[in-house]
């Protein structure tokens, strides 16, 4: 499988997230869109949004998860046309109040590259002045051959001058990278990850079960999974179907099963 960026641009688009407190569990609500506040707004992005705010809270209710001081996660979300859009996501404490997540769409599955952003936007968070303007400029540069690096710097964004200049260094390939496949490995167990790359060769399909959504990192999982068939440079057609299911368990040491059906 070949994933074909649909434009010489970084990413797509960027997203904060926030919760705002209701009777029963916070809710998800938009911050800041970075296409609609370049007039690229619509009912198409609209409807994109508020799909993905339940993408990066997926876990409201549980309170624990919304006292973590940091958490990254990624998603993939494939499209009609078989394209797929990854999401890089970064939760963030905001005491007293709740969390936020600031998330970045992109065609590049270029796992380091984004984290390393999200280290710089979390580092440097401000959403009235160096969000818009870093994220405006890392949109706007050119992209370099593989294997160079992305400047953003005050002189493409005077707004970012006292900050700094800032290097983004692309990979050599399109294929997903800086990943590591410990945690897969640690929560499947070497026995069943082999089930999974037979699974994988064979085309089958793939069902994650988890009782907890964070605590066995399986967003990470499904991504690395995602990242292994890449890897297996087979034309693959991968479906990652999640499943979660209600527990009293409050555990840190749960397992991750797999199911596979044809």
């Known amino acids: 499988m070949t994933v074909a960026p649909s434009a010489n641009t970084l990413f797509d688009d ?11 569990s916070p809710v998800p609500t938009l911050l800041y869109c970075f296409r609609t506040a370049q007039g690229q707004g619509g009912a198409e992005v609209d409807a994109n949004n508020v799909a993905l705010m339940e993408f990066c809270f997926p876990d409201v209710d549980d309170e624990q998860m919304l006292k973590l001081h940091s958490e ?42 984004f984290m390393h952003m999200l280290d710089i936007l979390q ?8 969000v818009p303007a870093f994220i405006d400029a890392a949109h706007r540069a050119a992209l370099p ?3 160079g690096s992305l400047l953003v710097s005050p002189e493409e964004a005077p707004q970012l001058a ?27 167990g070497a026995a069943n990850l082999l089930r999974v790359l037979a699974a994988l060769m064979r ?4 069902v994650f079960v988890s009782s ?12 690395l999974t995602l990242s292994l068939s890449l890897s297996l440079s087979l034309s693959l057609s991968l479906n990652l179907s999640l499943s979660l299911t209600v527990t009293l368990s409050l555990s840190l040491s749960l397992r991750l099963t797999v199911t596979l059906t044809r």
């Open 203 to 206: 085309e089958q399909r793939l």
């Open 145 to 147: 051959p593989p294997g």
């Open 123 to 130: 580092l440097n968070y401000d959403l009235t002045r160096f």
């Open 72 to 113: 990254s996660f990624a998603f993939t979300l494939t499209h009609g046309d078989g394209t797929r859009t990854f999401g890089f996501s970064r939760r963030l404490a905001q005491p007293p109040g709740l969390p936020i997540c600031l998330c970045v769409l992109s065609q590049r599955p270029w796992f380091s590259l």
């Open 14 to 24: 960027f997203l904060v997230i926030g919760l705002k407190s209701a009777a029963t």
């Open 162 to 188: 006292g900050y700094g200049s800032f290097r983004l260094h692309v990979p050599e390939e399109e294929r997903p990278t800086g990943v590591s496949f410990e945690p897969l490995l640690t929560s499947l």
């Open 212 to 223: 907890r959504w964070a605590h066995v990192r399986l967003s990470l999982c499904l991504s």
